[in-house]
């Protein structure tokens, strides 16, 4: 009981917070007018990699989903969905529980998303860890696809 009343406490100091900052809200020493070019061209490279990312996930999906137009609009959701990120260091797993998402066909497809991952065998960077992706509901308790 008493863990409950501080999660809701905790849930509406978390709604209460702003979710964004002005920049010029910064303290000074935070306030960074320019990022060099060197940092511009790491942050580019980064976000680069990161579309690419998005895309072959975004074509993986398109393999089942009936829409192809609404294919990159799921990947993004998926990317806005709750997940848990469970280490099982005993088995070698890092377990990324993803919470369903809104109808059965969705769920359908980003089970076929995780089957592709998983099947990639990706060891999570910096440890032994192998990613494992799931897909959870209230319904059941979870079920790994892969």
């Known amino acids: 009981m008493e863990l409950e009343v501080e999660l809701n406490d905790l849930k509406e100091c978390r709604k209460e917070t702003p979710k964004h900052v002005l920049f010029s809200d910064l303290p000074e020493e935070d306030n960074h007018k320019k990022l060099g070019t060197s940092g511009k061209y790491f942050i580019d490279t980064i976000k680069m990699i990161a579309y690419r990312a998005e895309t072959i996930m975004v074509g993986i999906v398109r393999d089942v989903i009936r829409r192809a ?36 066909s ?41």
């Open 106 to 146: 969705t769920a359908r497809t980003v089970s076929h998303l995780c089957n592709e991952l998983n099947s990639t065998r990706t060891v999570y960077p910096g440890t032994d860890l192998r990613l494992v992706y799931e897909i959870i509901s209230t319904e059941n308790t979870g079920c790994i696809f892969g």
């Open 69 to 104: 137009d609404e294919a990159r609009a799921l990947v993004s959701a998926i990317y806005e969905t709750e997940a848990d990120i469970l280490p099982d260091y005993e088995n070698k797993i890092l377990k990324v529980r993803l919470h369903q998402l809104a109808n059965r």
